[in-house]
Nanobody, 120 residues
């Protein structure tokens, strides 16, 4: 089993920045694809950005040019730099990862989420 823990959420004014972190721990042989998702009240969870182990990235149109996803394979960590934040970015942000354990099975994991609120 593995665990994902997010950190870095909070309250920020429109136009501000936040940096989210996701730390993976537990039975980890290799982390494959990772991604950040978000869910606003009354809305479905949506993909914000994803990154392969090799560093290829993909972004939702709504965050392109403002958010940057990155990862540190040596630290089993992933980050989301969020700039020029807008009120519509307000949501709970979740870390997601495909993790191969020592039994060589790959399972999908979710973190518990971290709240991001953009408001003046």
């Amino acid at each position: 089993q593995a665990q994902l823990v997010e950190s870095g959420g909070g309250l920020v004014q429109p136009g501000g920045s936040l940096r989210l972190s996701c730390a993976a721990s537990g039975s980890i042989l290799r982390i494959r694809a990772m991604g950040w998702y978000r869910q606003a009240p009354g809305k479905q969870r949506e993909l914000v950005a994803s990154i392969t182990r090799g560093g290829n990235t993909n972004y939702a149109d709504s965050v392109k040019g403002r958010f940057t996803i990155s990862r540190d394979n040596a630290k089993n960590a992933m980050y989301l730099q969020m700039n020029s934040l807008k009120p519509e970015d307000t949501a709970v942000y979740y870390c997601n990862a495909d993790i191969m354990g020592y039994d060589t099975r790959t399972n999908n994991y979710w973190g518990q989420g971290t709240q991001v609120t953009v408001s003046s």
